[in-house]
C-alpha cells in the first residue's frame, strides 16, 4: 500500500505497481496491467507522468526533494505538493472548472492525480507554434479577477481569510525561491544568473540603474508584505493550458497570501515577451505582425475581461470586512462605491505593471528563461530581441505609476522596438 | 494550584489565596498574608489589579470573557492574554526595557504578572494634569523605530518572520474590533456609536463625505493587508507610561501584523487630539498655549526620532529579505539605499496621517473616546474643540498625499483652530 512506504520518486515502471491498487486511478483507468506511463514533467521542479489506457488517462505529479532546474545539490521541501492541493482546492472553488480536477492527494509521497487535460496544450507552446486561442485573454482575465477577489478580505469572512493567511505562510519555501531569483538576482551578480551571449553590458547596466533596482525592491515589498489575497503565485503561460474553447490553470505550488497585481502582472509579462520573440517563430513578417497583434490585444482583453468581471464582483459579492457596503450602497451612495472600485483597479494596474517589469528581467538576466527565447538559435538575434523586452521591462517597473491603460502599454511595447 | 481550576475571575479578596504560592509573586513580595491588593484597570477589556506589600509591588492582570467597556452581552476570548504574552516578550526584544518586565503568564487563566511601574503615571493622564514628559517623544520614537523595524522583513530572518505572521493571524477577534470600531462604524449610523450633544450635523456629515469614506476604507484596506511588521495595535497615550525620565509601552493585547505606520499615527493622534482638547485642561490661556505648544513639539520629535532611528537601523541592521544590502551598499551604492529609506520612510508617513485622521474620527463619533474630551463638563464646548479636531482629522486623511511633514501637519492643526 502506498501509505505504508516512505517518500519515494515514482518512475515510469514502478508506477503501475505503486499505484495499482488506488480506487481514484483503477476506476477510471481500469486495471495497471493495461496502464500506459510517460513522464512529461518539463517544468523546473517536479516529476509529471501521463497515464493512460484504453478506458482513459489521468496525470500524476510528484514533487522532488531538490529543484529539478538545478539539481539535488538544491534541496527543496516536499511540502509544496500539500500547499498545491490545498491552492488547487481554493482556486478551483472559487471559479470553477478552470483548474484540472483532482483525484487524489498523497502527502507522503508528495503526489497528486489530477485529471489529464486533453487536448489542451501548454499555452506557450501553443502560442509559439501560431496557434489564436480566441478565448485565452477573456478565460484568464475571469480567473484572475474571481480567483483574487474571491480570496481577499473584500470577500470572504476574515475568521477564513486569516487561517488562510497563516497556513499559507508556512510555503515558506517556495515564497523564498520568488524573492531571490525574481526580485534579486537578476539586479546583481548572482551565482545562478545566466544571459545569451551579448547582453554583459545589459546585464552590468542593470547592476548600476538605481531607479530600477529601487523599483524591484519596492515590488520585493509588495510581494512581501501585501498579503492581499491567495495568489497562484506562478502564473507564467507555462501554468496555462489551452484548446480554442477552454483555458486552465495548472502548477500552484508557489501558492501564497500576495498583491494581486502579482498574478496578473506576471502574466501579462509573458504575453509581452512573446510579442517581443514573435519574429523569431512565425515564418514570414505579417504572420509575425499578425502573432504579435494577437499577443497584445489577448493582453489587453485580459486586463478589460479582469476588469470588468471584478467590477461585477465588487458589485454583487462584497461580503468581506474590506467590503465597505455599509459606508457606501446602505447610504445611498453607490458613486462612492464605485470611486473606491477605480482607486482599487488603479492599484493592481500599477503593481501588475511593476511586477510584470520585475518578471521580464528576471526571464532573460536571471536563472529561470521563456522557451520564446531560449529556441532563438542565433544568439545576436535573440540577444537583440531581448535587449528590447529589458528596455521595456525597465519602462514598466520604473514609470508604472505613469502608464494609464493597456493601450499606453502597448505603445511602449511599440517604442520599444524602435516602430 | 492555579493551573487546576478553570478560569474564573480574580477579585480583590481571592487574588492573595489563589496567586499565594506561586513563586513569581512570592520571592518579590513575601508571604501573601502581607499582600495589598487594588483592582485599578480603567480601560475597556480587562481586570487590572495592583499587588504591594511592604517589599515590593507587581501587576496582575487578567482578560475578562467579555468587553469590559460593553458588558458581558459582548463575549471576547481570553487567548488575548496569549497575545499580549507573545507580543510583549517581542516588543521587549526589539527595544529593550520600554516594556513591563514579566513575571509570570498563566494562559488557564488568561493572566500576565509583570512589573509594576512606580512612578510611572498613564501619560495621557499626565498630559491633562500638565506635567511635561521631555522625553516622551524620543523614547516613543525610538521604540517605534526599534519595534517596527525589527519585526519586519527588513530584519528579521523570513521564516521567522513569516511564521510570527502566522501565529498573530489567530488573534482574529482583536483585529475585529480594530477593524470594525475604528474604519468602519464612526462612517455610519452604528449602534455603538456615541458623540456629544451638538455633533449630530458632525456626524451626519460625515456619513456623506465621501472623499473621507474612501480613505476610511483605503486606510482599512491597508490595515488588513499590509502584514509589514508586529504592531501593537492600540498604542494610543493610554497605553504608555512615564515619569519625567522613562516611558513604558503597556498594553499589547491588540498585536498584529500590520503596516508600520498605524502605530505611529494612533501615537501622533493622541498627542494631537489632547492638544485641541488643551484648553479645557490647563486654566489660562498663556499655560494651555504652553502644553499646546509642548504637545506639537513632543509629536514632532516623535516623528523626527523615529526617522533618525529607523534611518541608523536602515544602514545598520537591514539583514532581513528585503534588506537589498545586495543591490545597494555591496554595489557600492549607498545613495540607492538612502533613496530607498526615503521612500519607505515616505510611505510610513503617508500611512501614518491616514491612520491619525481615522483614529480623531473613531474617538469623537464612534464607540470609545478620550478622557481629554470627555473630562469637559460643558457639552457645548467639548462639541466645538471636537468639532475642530475633526476637521483637522479629516484633512489628514483626505490629504495625507500631499502634508509631507510634520511642521506642514502643525500648520494644520492651526489652520483646523482658525489660528
Request: charged fraction near 25%.
Amino acid at each position: 500500500m502506498l501509505e505504508r512506504i516512505p517518500y519515494r520518486p515514482l518512475d515510469c515502471a514502478s508506477l503501475p505497481q505503486r499505484l495499482g491498487d488506488r480506487p481514484e486511478l483503477l476506476a477510471p483507468l481500469g486495471p495497471a496491467t493495461g496502464w500506459r506511463v510517460r513522464e512529461v514533467g518539463d517544468g523546473n521542479l517536479n516529476l509529471v507522468f501521463i497515464v493512460e489506457s484504453d478506458a482513459g488517462s489521468l496525470v500524476v505529479k510528484q514533487a522532488l526533494p531538490y529543484a529539478r532546474v538545478v539539481g539535488e545539490s538544491w534541496p527543496m521541501s516536499l511540502d509544496r505538493a500539500f500547499f498545491e492541493h490545498e491552492a488547487l482546492k481554493r482556486l478551483g472553488a472559487r471559479d470553477p472548472g478552470r483548474v484540472p480536477d483532482l483525484k487524489l492527494f498523497d502527502p507522503t509521497q508528495a503526489l497528486l492525480v489530477m485529471e489529464h487535460l486533453t487536448p489542451h496544450t501548454v499555452v506557450r507552446r501553443a502560442l509559439m507554434a501560431g496557434e489564436e486561442l480566441p478565448r485565452l485573454g477573456e478565460h484568464v482575465g475571469l480567473y484572475l479577477a474571481r480567483t483574487l477577489f474571491r480570496g481577499s478580505d473584500w470577500s470572504l469572512p476574515t475568521a477564513v481569510r486569516k487561517a488562510d493567511l497563516a497556513l499559507f505562510a508556512g510555503n515558506v519555501e517556495l515564497a523564498g525561491i520568488t524573492e531571490e531569483l525574481v526580485f534579486s538576482d537578476p539586479f546583481k551578480d548572482a551565482p545562478l544568473n545566466r544571459h545569451t551571449p551579448g547582453l554583459e553590458a545589459a546585464a552590468l547596466a542593470v547592476r548600476s540603474d538605481r531607479a530600477l533596482k529601487i523599483a524591484a525592491q519596492e515590488m520585493k515589498a509588495r510581494f512581501a508584505t501585501c498579503a492581499e489575497t491567495l495568489l497562484h503565485g506562478d502564473l507564467h503561460t507555462g501554468s496555462v493550458m489551452a484548446t480554442a474553447d477552454d483555458t486552465r490553470v495548472i502548477d500552484a505550488e508557489f501558492a501564497l497570501y500576495g498583491p494581486m497585481g502579482f498574478d496578473v502582472g506576471v502574466l501579462l509579462a509573458h504575453l509581452w515577451m512573446a510579442c517581443f520573440a514573435r519574429s523569431a517563430h512565425h515564418g514570414d513578417a505579417p504572420s509575425a505582425d499578425r502573432a504579435g497583434a494577437r499577443l497584445l490585444a489577448c493582453a489587453e482583453t485580459c486586463w478589460q475581461v479582469f476588469a470588468a468581471e471584478f467590477a461585477r464582483l465588487w458589485r454583487t459579492e462584497r461580503t468581506g470586512i474590506l467590503g465597505g457596503c455599509d459606508l457606501f450602497e446602505d447610504q445611498g451612495d453607490s458613486e462612492g462605491s464605485e470611486a473606491a472600485l477605480a482607486g482599487q483597479l488603479a492599484t493592481v494596474w500599477r503593481d501588475a505593471l511593476g511586477f510584470a517589469g520585475i518578471e521580464i528581467h528576471r526571464r532573460i538576466l536571471g536563472l529561470a528563461h521563456v522557451a520564446e527565447f531560449e529556441t532563438i538559435a542565433d544568439t545576436g538575434r535573440r540577444a537583440a530581441l531581448e535587449r528590447r523586452a529589458l528596455a521595456f521591462g525597465r519602462h514598466l517597473a520604473v514609470n508604472r505609476h505613469a502608464l494609464d491603460t493597456p493601450a499606453a502599454v502597448t505603445c511602449a511595447v511599440l517604442a520599444a522596438e524602435g516602430v
